[in-house]
């Protein structure tokens, strides 16, 4: 099994600056990595993403975080980051990390699934 450990979330004031973290850990040796995300979801809202790299290292970003968060990872793809700067009241939310893997399941190269993988969230407040 993957798991997903993030870390980093608290209480930001507004202008401020925050860094996620989410640790891919378990069998990893079983699996590929294509596309990471960050996810987040306030009270009364749906979940949206907040931005997404891929294994090309394209990434994409909400529009509302444009300009102001970051996402990367370590060289290894075995920790994956958000930069949050510039922080407003409307990112507080709890933000979660998910991988898209492709796991093998046997020896044969077509014998592989499709998994998402999601950490457990972190609550992130920016007071105004």
């Known amino acids: 099994q993957v798991q997903l450990v993030e870390s980093g979330g608290g209480l930001v004031q507004a202008g401020g600056s925050l860094r996620l973290s989410c640790v891919v850990s378990g069998n990893t040796q079983s699996i590929r990595l294509n596309a990471f995300g960050w996810y987040r979801q306030a009270p009364g809202k749906q979940r949206e993403l907040v931005a997404n790299?891929?294994?090309?290292?394209?990434?994409t970003y909400a529009d509302s975080v444009k300009g102001r968060f970051t996402i990367s990872s370590a060289k290894n793809w075995d920790t994956f980051y958000l930069q949050m700067n510039r922080m407003k009241p409307e990112d507080t939310a709890v933000y979660s990390c998910r991988a898209d893997v492709t796991k093998q399941t046997g020896p044969d190269p077509w014998q592989k699934t499709n998994l998402e993988v999601w950490g457990q969230g972190t609550q992130v407040t920016v007071a105004s």
């Open positions: 790299l891929r294994s090309d290292e394209s990434t």
